[in-house]
């Protein structure tokens, strides 16, 4: 076909400007990522912190409640409590530091296992004043709160830059019968 003009052809790809252009966009984009992922992860430190101390406090205070159970019992046999008893030998409104019976350690990891030498979390606890006296089978059975305070620290970034170590601490309590 002679004398037909043919359209003129475009090129096919990107240019230079196009690439830097998509290069910059998404450097971007990237650079955001990143600072999530570093306050994600900055985040995720803290709240795994407190989950461990949340699940340190529930085992203290089944502990107690258990230590609290067998107290009333003795003292529903009409026997001895024994001076180990935690619960039932506490001196009202008192601080008793806390130690895992099975190795006498008061200090733990981030697990919130009994540790020495990695220690994250100090766990405390305080019996309140008796609630109520109820007679069970000719004894009395007594009733009060107990409080289980759990520390430790976790870095706080301030606004120069740079972290300090703060203390947190949680507190959980519950009814137990001694």
């Given at each position: 076909m002679k004398g037909r003009l043919r359209p003129r052809e475009t090129s096919k790809g990107f240019s230079l400007i196009e690439f830097l252009m998509v290069a910059v966009i998404l450097g971007i984009g990237l650079l955001g990522l990143a600072a999530l992922t570093t306050t994600a992860m900055r985040s995720y430190g803290g709240s795994r912190s407190r989950d461990a101390a949340v699940a340190l406090s529930g085992s203290v205070l089944d502990r107690l409640s258990l230590d609290g159970r067998l107290s009333a019992q003795l003292r529903g046999i009409g026997s001895a409590i024994p001076a180990t008893a935690l619960?039932?030998?506490?001196?009202?409104?008192?601080?008793?530091?806390?130690?895992?019976?099975?190795?006498?350690?008061?200090?733990?990891?981030?697990?919130?296992?009994?540790?020495?030498?990695?220690?994250?979390?100090?766990?405390?606890?305080?019996?309140?004043?008796?609630?109520?006296?109820?007679?069970?089978?000719?004894?009395?059975?007594?009733?009060?709160?107990?409080?289980?305070?759990?520390?430790?620290?976790?870095?706080?970034?301030?606004?120069?830059?740079?972290s300090i170590a703060q203390p947190r601490y949680i507190s959980v309590s519950r009814f137990i019968r001694y």
């Open positions: 619960v039932a030998n506490a001196v009202e409104g008192a601080v008793n530091p806390y130690a895992d019976p099975a190795t006498a350690l008061g200090t733990f990891d981030l697990e919130g296992l009994p540790s020495a030498t990695n220690q994250v979390f100090t766990v405390n606890w305080v019996r309140r004043a008796t609630k109520s006296i109820t007679p069970v089978a000719s004894s009395q059975s007594a009733v009060s709160e107990v409080v289980v305070n759990v520390q430790w620290n976790e870095a706080v970034r301030k606004a120069d830059g740079t």
